[in-house]
C-alpha cells in the first residue's frame, strides 16, 4: 500500500470505495491531463464529475484565484462582496432578466435552497414531485428528492411531502399534482441516474402544468448546465424555462460553489434570517466563477463544446455498430454521454480503461458516463474514444 492509500484507510471514512492500488492519486492536472503520485498521464472524461468544465487549472481560473487571494479571501455574508455581486449579475443577465441568486457551497444546498424556496411560497402548499432515478444530492432533504431507494434507506424516516413519478412520463407527473403541491423538481438530463435526457414534450409539457396549475418548475442544473450540452443551460435545448434552476459542479473551476437562479415573482420569497451560508458566495470562489463564466461566454466557445458532442457520439454510435455484442446504446447531449452496455461489463471497462490512461465513470454494471472537459481538443477527445475503443476490442477477445 502506498503512502496516502495507508493514510486514507486509517483517517478517512470510507464513503467513496477507492480501490488501493487501482484508484490514482492525482496530484496535478492542466487542460484536459492528470497526473498520479507516480508521474502516469490520464486523458480526463470525467472532470472531476462535471465539475473541470474549463480543464484542469484554467490560466484564467488560477489567475482569478491568485489575485482575489491575495487580495480578500473571506468576510461572511454580513458585508457587501464585489465578486458575488458581479457573479450574480452574469448570471441572472445570462439565465434569466430580472431574476436574482442565492449562493451556497454546493448542488446538495442550492437544491435545499429551492425547496425551501417552493415551501415557503404559498402557505399549506409543501409537497414536491420529482422523478425516480433522479439525484439531487446528500443532504436529508435532498436525499428524499433524490428518487433512488438506496439513497434512502439507511436513513429513514424521510422528509414529508415527497413523490416520485416517471422520468419522461408526463401523466406520471400530472396524476401526482394536488393543491398542496409546491413544486415538480427535475434535471432535464438525469446524470447520476445513468445520463437520461428529457423529451422535447415531457419537459414543455411540465413547464405547462407548473404555469396552469401555479406551482413551480425547479430545474437542477448541477450536473447537465454550465455548457455542458453546447447551451449554458441544459433547458435552453427546448422551449421551457423554469422558475428556478440550480447549479454548482461546474461554476466554481473546481472550487466549491452552488447558485439557485429565481425568476420573478420568486425573487423575495426567501427575506433575512430566511436562509443563510457562511462560506455562500466567498470572494475567491466568486472570482473563480467569473472566470469560469467569461472562458464559457467567450465566441463560439459553446458551439464548439456542441460540436465535439457531435464526435463522440459519432464515434460512440460507430462503437455500437461494430461491437454489438458489447454497446448497445448511446444517450447524451453534447458533452455529457452515456454508452449502454449488454452485459454487465461497466467496471471492467472503467478499469482497464484507467490502467490504459483514461478516467471515465461507470454508472452501475452496464453503463459507462463520459463529462470530458468543454475546453477539450477533437484530438484528445479522439485519443481518449480510441483508448476506449482498444479496451473494448480486448474484452471481446
Ligand atoms: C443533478 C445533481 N444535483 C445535485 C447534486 C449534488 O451536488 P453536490 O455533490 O455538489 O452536493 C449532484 C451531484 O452529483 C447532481 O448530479
Redesign the pocket.
Known sequence: MGKYEELESKYIINTYNRQPGFTPCLVRGEGSYAWDDHGKKYLDFLSG?AVNVVGHCHPAVVGAISKQAAMLIHTSNLYYGAPQAELAEILVTKTMEGGKVFFAN????V?EAAIKLARKNKKGRYKIITAHQS????TMA?ITATGQSKYQEPFKPLLDGFSYASFNDLDSFEALVDEQTAAIMI?PIQ??GGVHVAEKDFIEGLREICSRENILLIF?E??CGMGRTGKLWAFENWNAVPDIVTV??GLGGGLPI?AMIAAEPYTEILQPGDHASTFGGNPVVCSAALAVMRVLMADGFLASAKDKGVLIKNELERFIHLYPEVASNFRGLGLICALELKQPLAKKIHERCTVGGLLINAIGDTTIRLLPPLTISEEELQDGLNILESVIKVLLK
Open positions: 464529475l454546493s448542488g446538495a444546498e437544491n439525484f439531487h444530492g446528500r435532498t434535471e446524470g447520476e437542477d448541477v450536473q454548482a459542479k452552488g
